[in-house]
Nanobody
Framework: QVQLVESGGGSVQAGGSLRLSCAAP???????MGWFRQAPGKEREGVAA????????YYADSVKGRFTISQDNAKNTLYLQMNSLKPEDTAMYYC??????????????????WGQGTQVTVSS
């Protein structure tokens, strides 16, 4: 049983920063690992992901240049550094593992493991 444990969400004013962490003890990295988010009334969308074999990354257009995904293999932990946050970034953020992405996006239906989610709220 793979367990993904997120932390680091919270409330921040527009322009601020947050760092999300996702611990995956004992997980053997496969395919992509990354972050999705879901705002009220909207579909869950891929935000950022990293291909665990070679480190190549995917970012949604809406977060490029502001968010950075990274992994610490020694700690089996994934991070999402979020800078210049905007109110439209407000959502529940989910860590996810073992899924596919293409240049067009990351595919929610292919996700094998989900974390419990952490709320990010950005006020204007």
């Amino acid at each position: 049983q793979v367990q993904l444990v997120e932390s680091g969400g919270g409330s921040v004013q527009a322009g601020g920063s947050l760092r999300l962490s996702c611990a995956a003890p004992g997980y053997t990295y496969r395919r992509f690992m990354g972050w999705f988010r879901q705002a009220p009334g909207k579909e869950r969308e891929g935000v950022a992901a990293i291909y665990t074999k070679d480190g190549r990354t995917y970012y949604a257009d809406s977060v490029k240049g502001r968010f950075t995904i990274s992994q610490d293999n020694a700690k089996n932990t994934l991070y999402l550094q979020m800078n210049s946050l905007k109110p439209e970034d407000t959502a529940m953020y989910y860590c996810a593992a073992d899924f596919w992405c293409s240049n067009s996006g990351c595919y929610t239906a292919t996700v094998n493991y989900w974390g419990q989610g952490t709320q990010v709220t950005v006020s204007s």
